[in-house]
């Protein structure tokens, strides 16, 4: 009882001289608290004691221990601190010394950190962690000061090239270059910023020489990139007016750099930029006002006349990019209604600018286009029935406020502003169509005798009349016009224009054979005249563009399609202009390719519900008769003779903007269509069309991926990955084949993806890393369970070329799983290919993993049957595999295992076969056999055989 008094007593007093805040016993805690690893809580009673000691020493004992404290959270910049409070009250502190040495190096300070320790080291010459600190930090300083000093001059040098007007051209470029260089490394952008560099390169800018601009450009957002201070810091130093200003230069390299640099900001403005600036991010400020300011800029220049084609395009690209969220889970999209409040108008006129009018906007062939996209992201973006509502009235505002039977002009940028929004948001432009007076005035405008008014007419009526009851209403009241127009009109460009929109018409019953809108062979007549415009080079681009146009629609007929297919001229004239730098055609070409190799979904006809739609008499969509399989083959083959593969080599790296996700999609489900056939994937590999597939299968719809993906896997299935692949890009292919294998593809896309891996997996330990990295091993496994024979022959030839990767050999050794049993249980099926892979597997993972030997005895008691069958199989290929796996478990150290298999009636198998030297082909059998015969004598369990003397 006294013995408990007398705890109890210690233990208040000890609670009352912390409560009182005694520094000593605070100091104390603290330490109890380091030792067993709780920093927080140590952290918390130092803290404590500094606010109540007075005595000084104590206090530098304090902020030393609390500095060990900050080193060990990775707190460098507090560590220094708490340090250097210690140092002041004691100069030779060494303990403080060197904790401030050791958070200085980590942040950079090696001049600093090097002082300090060099303090430590003349205070204890003989510690040999002080030494040791002293000479890395020394050599670190002097390759550091090499470097930057190195870096310093070279950078003074290229800016005294680059800048000196009596230098050569070549001398410049090369300057020009290696600042470029220099900018995409972190410690050469810093010596550039450090060095004054941004204003030499405004100095650069100023010269008016674009090769100089372009080279400042492409500094600058090297600069940029990836670094959120020196982000601010160039923005505000060169000023975002004047970044607008480079890129409204009618350059369209120099405008496209200037795109990169705003993007690189955006990027380091916005989270990319993940760095930890320690003490210095106090001094990156918030970033929203630059990016509300870039913003408004780029609004300006959209329908700014001093800017060119090439700088709105641009500014077009980067609203396009970055106002939409990427991710509709994301909530905010203030960005989108702020561009809807202050530049929707500006984009609409944009839309409605008629180039062949005076006074319009510079713009480039993909400028409208561009906008439209832009319009319709923007209409997607949106959440709720009263934003899109807002939005239509917007719209509907500034048509009506253009519309003006006194002014032709005005009336026509209406018109033309409606068929802007029928390529973007289509309801939108459709809501507006129907609005009274509107169509009436496109009619009208259709017999004007201005040949201005005709075009736009006639382009807002195929426009228009995408959907199938205005496209109804137009065959009922705008096809003699159209006919007429055709006609009576000299311009090539209006007489294209209206053949367009009959052909448009004359489809609208899709691939539907008895919903044919025109007399038997009308559509082949206007298919003719197209393809006659499409291969006459006297024609200018643009007119041309609109008979591909027609054919997208007129190649729903199947003997349109098989016309086309049939003409070489029109097909490589076409697949040239698909190469060309106007992008506005990507859509119609990929539409026309998708028809003629019907790569389209189609439904499924099922017999009994034809029957009833007849009984009902309804109408029953009739396939036509060159749409079957040996026609579309015959197509497929003629288009890959024209070149149509390198034609969508160049379609897919066109700007992002105007590759939507739609025709991203349309062109994988041609690629898909032409990979079919086995023969003709190695022409697809040689024009390009390997690489290409990898930004389909990994960018756009969820279909599309899916298509890229499969005829992705349909070429890797057959191909050398290098060839097929080249360089990095190979790596690239391993994730969509994965996606691939997932339970809820079809089976005949996980049986390709299968086979593309099995042969990735068989070209590099590097891919097979990166196929295990991609989680790819667990669907592999579920695959191998697989009742359907193809699909589990092809995942068991995959973990074939995947068990020499040390992460298989980690599941496989795995306790409480099924892996190695099914392995061995595959080995006895009666497929020869499915045993030739699962006993290659084992024979395989059995020689690299010693435990498994054992284990395989475990899994099931068919074992040793198994491997019996194996071992006397007439196929020489398993054969072999069984004899390499009883030779590995001979070779495993488990005595037991090796003298099981010799008892059994493996010894008498291995007798035979050693002893067949008659068979060729089983040569490597019989050396196998022989070495477990030997392997056996080693062990000591066999005597060898010795003749009677």
Same mark, same amino acid.
């Given at each position: 009882?006294?013995?408990?008094?007398?705890?109890?007593?210690?233990?208040?007093?000890?609670?009352?001289?912390?409560?009182?805040?005694?520094?000593?016993?605070?100091?104390?805690?603290?330490?109890?608290?380091?030792?067993?690893?709780?920093?927080?809580?140590?952290?918390?009673?130092?803290?404590?004691?500094?606010?109540?000691?007075?005595?000084?020493?104590?206090?530098?004992?304090?902020?030393?221990?609390?500095?060990?404290?900050?080193?060990?959270?990775?707190?460098?910049?507090?560590?220094?601190?708490?340090?250097?409070?210690?140092?002041?009250?004691?100069?030779?502190?060494?303990?403080?010394?060197?904790?401030?040495?050791?958070?200085?190096?980590?942040?950079?300070?090696?001049?600093?950190?090097?002082?300090?320790?060099?303090?430590?080291?003349?205070?204890?010459?003989?510690?040999?962690?002080?030494?040791?600190?002293?000479?890395?930090?020394?050599?670190?300083?002097?390759?550091?000061?090499?470097?930057?000093?190195?870096?310093?001059?070279?950078?003074?040098?290229?800016?005294?090239?680059? $800048?000196?007007?009596?230098?050569?051209?070549?001398?410049? %470029?090369?300057?020009?270059?290696? =600042?470029?260089?220099?900018?995409?490394?972190?410690?050469?952008?810093?010596?550039?910023?450090?060095?004054?560099?941004?204003?030499?390169?405004?100095?650069?800018?100023?010269?008016?020489?674009?090769?100089?601009?372009?080279?400042?450009?492409?500094?600058?957002?090297?600069?940029?990139?990836?670094?959120?201070?020196?982000?601010?810091?160039?923005?505000?130093?060169?000023?975002?007016?004047?970044?607008?200003?480079?890129?409204?230069?009618?350059?369209?390299?120099?405008?496209?750099?200037?795109?990169?640099?705003?993007?690189?900001?955006?990027?380091?403005?916005?989270?990319?930029?993940?760095?930890?600036?320690?003490?210095?991010?106090?001094?990156?400020?918030?970033?929203?006002?630059?990016?509300?300011?870039?913003?408004?800029?780029?609004?300006?220049?959209?329908?700014?006349?001093?800017?060119?084609?090439?700088?709105?395009?641009?500014? =077009?690209? !980067?609203?396009?990019?970055?106002?939409?969220?990427?991710?509709?889970?994301?909530?905010?999209?203030?960005?989108?209604?702020?561009?809807?409040?202050?530049?929707?108008?500006?984009?609409? +006129?944009?839309?409605?600018?008629?180039?062949?009018?005076?006074?319009?906007?510079?713009?480039? %062939?993909?400028?409208?286009?561009?906008?439209?996209?832009?319009?319709?992201?923007?209409?997607?973006?949106?959440?709720?029935?009263?934003?899109?509502?807002?939005?239509?009235?917007?719209?509907?505002?500034?048509?009506?406020?253009?519309?003006?039977?006194?002014?032709?002009?005005?009336?026509?940028?209406?018109?033309?502003?409606?068929?802007?929004?029928?390529?973007?948001?289509?309801? *939108?432009?459709?809501?507006?169509?129907?609005?009274q007076g509107i169509m009436e005035m496109m009619v009208a405008l259709c017999g004007s005798e201005r040949e201005v008014d005709q075009m736009v007419a006639v382009e807002a009526l195929i426009?228009?009349?995408?959907?199938?009851?205005?496209? &109804?209403?137009?065959?009922?009241?705008?096809? &003699?016009?159209?006919?007429?127009?055709?006609?009576?009109?000299?311009?090539?460009?209006?007489?294209?224009?209206?053949?367009?929109?009959?052909?448009?018409?004359?489809?609208?019953?899709?691939?539907?054979?008895?919903?044919?809108?025109?007399?038997?062979?009308?559509?082949?007549?206007?298919?003719?005249?197209?393809?006659?415009? $499409?291969?006459?080079?006297?024609?200018?681009?643009?007119?041309?563009?609109?008979?591909? %146009?027609?054919?997208?629609?007129?190649?729903?007929?199947?003997?349109?399609?098989?016309?086309?297919?049939?003409?070489?001229?029109?097909?490589?004239?076409?697949?040239?202009?698909?190469?060309?730098?106007? +992008?506005?055609?990507?859509?119609?070409?990929?539409?026309?390719?998708?028809?003629?190799?019907?790569?389209?979904?189609?439904?499924?006809?099922?017999?009994?519900l034809v029957q009833l739609a007849q009984f009902s008499k309804q109408h029953v969509p009739q396939q036509h008769p060159k749409d079957k399989k040996d026609f579309i083959e015959k197509r497929?083959?003629?288009?890959?003779?024209?070149g149509v593969t390198s034609a969508l080599a160049v379609m897919v790296k066109a700007d992002n903007s105007i590759l939507t996700d739609q025709t991203k999609e349309l062109l994988a489900r041609?690629?898909?269509?032409?990979?079919?056939?086995?023969?003709?994937?190695?022409?697809?590999?040689? /024009?390009?069309?390997?690489?290409?597939?990898?930004?389909?299968?990994?960018?756009?719809?969820?279909?599309?991926?899916?298509?890229?993906?499969?005829?992705?896997?349909?070429?890797?299935?057959?191909?050398?990955?290098?060839?097929?692949?080249?360089?990095?890009?190979?790596?690239?292919?391993?994730?969509?084949?994965?996606?691939?294998?997932?339970?809820?593809?079809?089976?005949?896309?996980?049986?390709?993806?299968?086979?593309?891996?099995? @042969?990735?997996?068989?070209?590099?330990?590097?891919?097979? *890393?990166?196929?295990?990295?991609?989680?790819?091993?667990?669907?592999?496994? @579920?695959?191998?369970?697989?009742?359907?024979?193809?699909?589990?022959?092809?995942?068991?030839?995959?973990?074939?070329?995947?068990?020499?990767?040390?992460? *298989?050999?980690?599941?496989?050794?795995?306790?409480?799983?099924?892996?190695?049993?099914?392995?061995? !249980?595959?080995?006895?099926?009666?497929?020869?290919?499915?045993?030739?892979?699962?006993?290659?597997?084992?024979?395989?993972?059995?020689?690299? %993993? +010693?435990?498994?030997?054992?284990?395989?005895?475990?899994?099931?008691? /068919?074992?040793?049957?198994?491997?019996?069958?194996?071992?006397?199989?007439?196929?020489?290929?398993?054969?072999?595999?069984?004899? *390499?796996?009883?030779?590995?478990?001979?070779?495993?150290?488990?005595?037991?295992?090796?003298?099981?298999?010799?008892? &059994?009636?493996?010894?008498?198998?291995?007798?035979?076969?050693?002893?067949?030297?008659?068979?060729?082909?089983?040569?490597?059998?019989?050396?196998?056999?022989?070495?477990? =015969?030997?392997?056996?004598?080693?062990?000591?369990?066999?005597?060898?055989?010795?003749?009677?003397?």
């Amino acid at each position: 009882m006294v013995t408990m008094l007398l705890v109890n007593t210690k233990q208040n007093k000890y609670c009352e001289r912390l409560l009182m805040g005694d520094p000593i016993q605070l100091k104390d805690e603290g330490n109890k608290h380091f030792q067993v690893g709780d920093i927080d809580k140590a952290i918390e009673c130092y803290t404590s004691a500094i606010k109540v000691c007075q005595d000084k020493k104590v206090l530098a004992v304090i902020y030393r221990n609390r500095s060990a404290c900050y080193l060990k959270k990775e707190s460098f910049a507090n560590a220094v601190s708490d340090a250097s409070k210690a140092i002041d009250e004691d100069a030779s502190d060494i303990k403080a010394l060197y904790r401030r040495c050791q958070a200085l190096e980590k942040l950079g300070k090696l001049d600093m950190a090097f002082k300090d320790v060099q303090r430590c080291a003349t205070l204890e010459p003989k510690n040999k962690t002080f030494l040791e600190t002293l000479r890395r930090l020394g050599a670190e300083i002097q390759a550091k000061l090499k470097t930057t000093f190195s870096t310093d001059s070279r950078v003074q040098n290229m800016f005294n090239i680059l $800048l000196n007007e009596e230098m050569d051209k070549e001398k410049k %470029e090369k300057a020009a270059n290696n =600042l470029i260089v220099l900018s995409r490394e972190d410690s050469g952008a810093e010596r550039i910023f450090q060095n004054n560099g941004v204003a030499l390169l405004l100095n650069m800018i100023e010269t008016s020489n674009a090769e100089l601009i372009l080279a400042a450009v492409r500094t600058l957002s090297g600069m940029c990139t990836g670094h959120k201070a020196r982000a601010m810091a160039i923005v505000n130093m060169v000023g975002v007016d004047k970044m607008c200003s480079i890129m409204a230069l009618d350059n369209e390299e120099i405008a496209l750099a200037t795109c990169s640099l705003f993007q690189s900001i955006n990027d380091s403005l916005t989270g990319a930029d993940t760095r930890d600036y320690g003490k210095e991010a106090s001094l990156v400020l918030d970033a929203a006002k630059d990016l509300k300011t870039i913003l408004l800029a780029l609004l300006e220049m959209v329908a700014n006349k001093k800017v060119s084609g090439h700088g709105r395009d641009q500014a =077009l690209n !980067l609203l396009t990019k970055n106002v939409p969220r990427k991710d509709m889970k994301e909530k905010d999209h203030s960005r989108t209604l702020f561009t809807i409040d202050h530049g929707l108008k500006k984009i609409l +006129k944009v839309c409605g600018q008629v180039p062949e009018l005076p006074d319009q906007l510079p713009l480039t %062939e993909n400028t409208q286009l561009i906008a439209s996209v832009l319009l319709n992201k923007l209409y997607d973006d949106l959440k709720c029935d009263p934003e899109r509502t807002n939005f239509r009235d917007i719209c509907g505002e500034y048509i009506t406020s253009k519309i003006d039977p006194n002014n032709m002009d005005k009336s026509l940028h209406a018109i033309n502003t409606i068929s802007g929004l029928l390529q973007g948001p289509f309801d *939108v432009g459709n809501s507006l169509v129907g609005q009274q007076g509107i169509m009436e005035m496109m009619v009208a405008l259709c017999g004007s005798e201005r040949e201005v008014d005709q075009m736009v007419a006639v382009e807002a009526l195929i426009h228009a009349s995408t959907k199938m009851s205005r496209a &109804s209403f137009f065959i009922t009241n705008g096809v &003699s016009l159209l006919k007429d127009i055709y006609k009576k009109t000299k311009n090539e460009k209006i007489k294209i224009r209206a053949l367009v929109g009959l052909c448009k018409l004359g489809s609208a019953g899709g691939d539907d054979y008895a919903l044919r809108q025109f007399a038997e062979g009308s559509t082949e007549k206007l298919a003719k005249q197209c393809r006659k415009w $499409l291969c006459n080079p006297q024609i200018d681009s643009k007119t041309r563009k609109w008979a591909i %146009e027609g054919l997208a629609y007129l190649t729903n007929d199947a003997d349109v399609k098989d016309d086309f297919v049939e003409d070489e001229l029109a097909m490589k004239a076409m697949f040239e202009m698909a190469k060309s730098r106007d +992008k506005t055609i990507l859509y119609a070409v990929a539409c026309t390719l998708v028809n003629c190799t019907n790569s389209y979904d189609k439904k499924e006809i099922i017999p009994e519900l034809v029957q009833l739609a007849q009984f009902s008499k309804q109408h029953v969509p009739q396939q036509h008769p060159k749409d079957k399989k040996d026609f579309i083959e015959k197509r497929v083959k003629r288009l890959l003779k024209a070149g149509v593969t390198s034609a969508l080599a160049v379609m897919v790296k066109a700007d992002n903007s105007i590759l939507t996700d739609q025709t991203k999609e349309l062109l994988a489900r041609v690629f898909l269509a032409l990979s079919e056939d086995a023969k003709e994937r190695g022409t697809i590999v040689a /024009q390009g069309g390997g690489k290409a597939l990898i930004p389909l299968a990994l960018e756009g719809t969820e279909a599309g991926k899916v298509k890229a993906s499969f005829a992705l896997a349909k070429i890797a299935a057959v191909s050398n990955p290098e060839i097929a692949f080249p360089g990095e890009r190979v790596y690239e292919v391993v994730r969509p084949l994965v996606n691939l294998l997932h339970t809820d593809k079809e089976g005949a896309q996980n049986y390709e993806a299968l086979r593309g891996l099995t @042969n990735l997996a068989g070209y590099s330990e590097k891919l097979r *890393v990166k196929i295990v990295k991609e989680k790819a091993l667990p669907e592999i496994e @579920n695959h191998m369970f697989e009742e359907n024979d193809r699909i589990r022959l092809a995942a068991t030839e995959c973990m074939c070329n995947l068990v020499t990767s040390k992460e *298989v050999h980690a599941r496989y050794l795995q306790d409480g799983n099924d892996r190695l049993k099914l392995l061995v !249980l595959l080995c006895g099926e009666d497929d020869d290919k499915l045993q030739i892979a699962a006993a290659g597997a084992l024979a395989m993972i059995t020689a690299a %993993e +010693k435990k498994l030997c054992t284990k395989v005895t475990l899994v099931t008691v /068919q074992w040793l049957e198994i491997l019996q069958r194996l071992c006397l199989h007439t196929n020489p290929m398993i054969q072999q595999r069984g004899l *390499v796996t009883v030779y590995n478990m001979l070779n495993s150290d488990d005595s037991e295992l090796a003298k099981k298999l010799i008892e &059994s009636e493996m010894l008498e198998i291995l007798t035979v076969i050693g002893k067949g030297d008659d068979n060729p082909k089983r040569q490597e059998a019989a050396e196998v056999a022989r070495m477990c =015969l030997v392997k056996a004598m080693d062990l000591g369990l066999i005597k060898p055989f010795s003749s009677p003397s």
